[in-house]
């Protein structure tokens, strides 16, 4: 009554799609029916290992290996990110533990996991990482954390607040696809971060396109002055690393050298002791 509504089946279609996605969501967080993979973060130099960024995977039974940026928007929106999250950090936490006391007790790594944004304004976020720290016994430095430049100005007070607590505990935080987003440099250097992560747009272009070169270039400056490291994502090429190498960027992530590996060949790289331009090269 004194309107219209435009109909179309697609719309429907989708609806009932989503609404099949979220029901084996909910199963899939009863029965933990995800997997993790491990992209290794590498010396520039050696190309050794020196961490792991942890990275979240829904094996689905007839869609197949999901990614996060299909299933983490309905689990916020749903409020499953809560135990998702809490069960990757109890993962991650136990494999790392795992890793540095069997593995590499001469030479630790660390684990990064990334946190949703939803997650980020969970009031009980801190609690769950001091608990998992405790339970796995792993030392809290050992297992970071990325956020974005847009959860931390999408709501900048409450995430200041919770990255402060997070800090107290002794965890290292890491701003993830920093360039892309826009957080003001005042914010920066309030956050208590120690490391950047280059976003791969800029990263992926240094070779062909001056500006992305330059921008890259401040960033390394801008790091250096706020005494933070650096993590160069999306490396695909050597030129891309040389050139990396050459501004003094130490850290590089990407297919040049190591896709995501299950928690099992991640392993077997640390045991070997392999550079991961090895793996990358079959």
């Known amino acids: 009554r004194s309107g219209t509504v435009l109909f179309e089946p697609r719309m429907l279609l989708e609806q009932n799609e989503r609404r ?9 967080v009863r029965n933990g029916d995800f997997q993790v993979f491990y992209q290794p973060l590498v010396d520039v130099a050696t190309t050794s290992v020196r961490s792991f960024e942890a990275l979240l995977r829904w094996p689905h039974k007839t869609r197949g290996l999901i990614a996060p940026d299909t299933f983490i928007p309905i689990a916020e929106e749903t409020g499953l990110i809560r ?16 890793w540095n006391a069997k593995v590499l007790p001469d030479d630790p790594i660390w684990v990064s996991v990334n946190v949703a944004a939803r ?15 405790a339970e796995s016994g792993v030392e809290s430095g050992q297992l970071k954390l990325e956020i974005t430049e847009s959860m931390i100005m999408a709501d900048a007070v409450t995430a200041v607040g919770a990255l402060d607590q997070l800090k107290t505990l002794g965890i290292h935080l890491l701003m993830d696809d920093f360039g892309t987003g826009h957080a003001s440099l005042s914010y920066l250097h309030r956050l208590p971060i120690s490391t950047i992560k280059i976003d791969r747009y800029f990263v992926g272009r240094i070779d062909s396109n001056s500006e992305c070169l330059e921008i890259v270039r401040t960033i390394l400056n801008l790091s250096r002055s706020l005494a933070m490291d650096v993590v160069a994502e999306g ?3 050597s030129a891309q690393r040389e050139l990396l190498q050459s501004l003094g960027c130490e850290y590089v992530q990407g ?20 550079a991961v331009e090895s793996v990358a090269k079959g």
């Open 20 to 28: 099949a996605l979220e029901e084996d969501l909910r199963a899939a």
């Open 83 to 98: 135990p998702i999250g809490e069960w990757v950090l109890r993962q991650d936490a136990q494999r790392l533990a795992h």
């Open 119 to 133: 997650q980020l304004t969970d009031p009980g976020l801190v609690e769950i990482v001091k608990n998992t720290i």
């Open 235 to 237: 490396v695909e090429s």
């Open 255 to 274: 297919y040049l050298l190591s896709p995501p590996l299950d928690a099992d060949a991640a392993e077997r790289l640390l045991l070997t002791n392999r």
